[in-house]
């Protein structure tokens, strides 16, 4: 019986060691994904502010008009969302206010050849998702799409649940690319992770779908469309089963 009781002692006591030890390690990868996300706004952050402010100086100096202060009003929607990361989530409701301020801002740099429609389901609006990704695809199109075509472009933005997937989805017409270019950029996509990154010099969309796949733990899709001189789309499907069982997680 002595001999079973120190058995049974010395079972719970490796058990116990066993449990600590993997509690460590889970504490420790969340410590990692933590600091890795922070690293990630920090490559972000000031890709939109100086954007945003050069859209600001190139207006002031063609203009000089008063409308600056309200380009300057969607500067601080931009900045204050931007100093905000006590979460690294936020709402679809939330960024798509900043979606539309940066939308708004670069109105005033593309004047009339820049339009645009963002349309959301309401039951989509209070999921969490990394803040300023969908930001980051919006500042794509813009960049890439839209400022080098000299005709009227259009950027839309949806928001929507299928069977089993939320879908957010980006289209601008643009620009485009061809087909090697979406297949190049496809398997960046789909090859990313944090070591590939931290070599990259731009980061752009890169960093926005990394940020998503570890959110949702890889639970993610991304499809790419385009066709030169037509536009350019991506459709971020996401798993609702994972959405779902992280918002239990958190009791909401």
């Not at 502010?49 to 309200?70: C, P, Q």
């Not at 590939?196 to 998503?212: D, H, M, P, Q, S």
């Amino acid at each position: 019986m002595e001999n079973y009781n120190r058995i049974v002692s010395i079972n719970n006591h490796l058990i116990q060691t066993v449990y600590k030890d993997r509690l460590r390690e889970q504490e420790s990868d969340i410590a990692r994904k933590n600091a890795e996300l922070l690293a990630l706004q920090s490559q972000i952050n000031p890709h939109f502010l100086f954007n945003a402010l050069e859209s600001i100086r190139m207006h002031s100096v063609l203009k000089g008009e008063d409308e600056t202060a309200a380009m300057v009003e969607k500067l601080a929607v931009m900045e204050r969302q931007n100093v905000e990361w006590e979460h690294d989530s936020v709402t679809i409701k939330k960024e798509m206010e900043f979606v539309r301020a940066y939308l708004a801002l670069q109105n005033y740099r593309f004047g009339e050849r820049l339009s645009f429609d963002i349309d959301i389901d309401g039951d989509c609006e209070n999921i969490l998702i990394p803040k300023l990704t969908l930001t980051t695809f919006v500042e794509n199109a813009c960049v890439h799409g839209i400022e080098s075509k000299s005709s009227q472009g259009w950027i839309f933005v949806r928001v929507y649940k299928n069977a089993d997937s939320l879908c957010i989805e980006i289209e601008d017409t643009g620009d485009g690319m061809d087909e090697n270019e979406v297949e190049a950029l496809s398997e960046s996509i789909n090859s990313i992770d944090i070591e590939t990154i931290k070599t990259k010099k731009r980061v752009g969309i890169l960093n926005a779908c990394l940020r998503i796949k570890m959110m949702f733990d890889n639970a993610v899709k991304f499809v790419l469309e385009s066709e030169k001189g037509i536009g350019f789309s991506v459709v971020i499907y996401i798993s609702l089963e994972k959405i779902n069982e992280q918002q239990k997680e958190k009791g909401e």
